[in-house]
């Protein structure tokens, strides 16, 4: 099961949106190809929607931006570092590209860096940090065998959520990384994370129990670990989230 965590005091990254607590049923992955519309999930339903229910419209998310000519996660990283695209690089300490095996199966994706990311320049290594790794072990994941970044590099002051313009700014870095890594599943921990990569408004809660897409990666949305600091009641569910991207992982 979910591993226990280290107790709310300290937050570090907060999630964009959450979603109701009550733990859904898994969700098999082989959805449908189809694009299907999303359903609320009724409380006495033994099957949650299956099929995709978003595919993000119009534009080439990948070759809009000059980041795309970065060859590899380093160069990346390096333009990160000195990115001023948006005001979070006025208060910075250090920018927060993200971390991990170049050739990882799955990709985690969180909102932005707290105030011990932005400290060390590192990814999750604050008290929710703490707990993904736990979540990670405990489906037999290292941390080091995953690539953990987030929607913005840079950390939002008092850590709030990013706002649409500094989102905007940051996602071909993000995007970029993606298309390198060629990941066989996303996990979106978060609403931020949810609705960037879903390039969707709907919440958190609705975005659950569903297989998405992009650019035919699968994506899993559960929830962000800081959520988990403050309402343990949410651990089971987002454990049977991570069991099904987990499924995509040969």
């Known amino acids: 099961m979910l591993p226990d965590g280290p107790t709310p005091e300290t937050p570090g990254l907060r999630p964009g949106s959450v979603g109701p607590a009550e733990s859904p049923p898994v969700l098999t992955p082989g959805a449908s190809p189809g694009r299907a519309k999303a359903k609320p999930a009724q409380p006495d339903s033994d099957v949650p929607p299956p099929g995709l229910s978003y595919d993000p419209p119009g534009g080439d998310l990948f070759s809009n931006d000059p980041v795309p000519?970065?060859?590899?996660l380093g160069a990346i990283a390096e333009l990160v570092a000195a990115c001023t695209k948006c005001?979070?690089?006025e208060g910075r300490r250090h920018t927060v590209p993200g971390e991990g095996a170049a050739d990882a199966r799955l990709v985690v994706v969180g909102e932005g860096p707290g105030r011990v990311e932005d400290e060390t320049g590192r990814p999750f290594v604050?008290?929710?940090g703490e707990l993904l790794t736990k979540i990670l072990?405990?489906?037999?994941?290292?941390r080091e065998r995953v690539f953990i970044c987030n929607v913005v590099k840079c950390r939002p002051p008092?850590?709030?959520?990013?706002?649409?313009d500094e989102i905007a700014a940051c996602v071909p870095y993000l995007f970029r990384q993606i298309e390198l890594l060629k990941p066989a599943v996303i996990l979106a921990m978060g609403g931020t994370a949810a609705q960037t990569l879903l390039n969707t408004k709907q919440s958190l809660?609705?975005?659950?129990?569903?297989?998405h897409r992009l650019r035919g990666i699968p994506v899993i949305v559960t929830?962000?670990?800081?959520?988990?600091?403050?309402?343990?009641?949410?651990?089971?569910?987002?454990?049977?989230d991570v069991r099904i991207a987990r499924r995509f992982i040969a």
């Open 205 to 211: 809660g609705a975005l659950r129990n569903q297989i």
């Open 126 to 128: 604050g008290p929710a």
């Open 158 to 164: 008092e850590n709030r959520v990013p706002q649409y």
């Open 69 to 72: 000519q970065a060859g590899s």
């Open 223 to 240: 929830y962000h670990p800081a959520a988990l600091l403050r309402n343990p009641n949410w651990k089971k569910p987002t454990w049977d």
């Open 137 to 142: 072990a405990a489906i037999d994941l290292p």
């Open 87 to 89: 005001r979070l690089c």
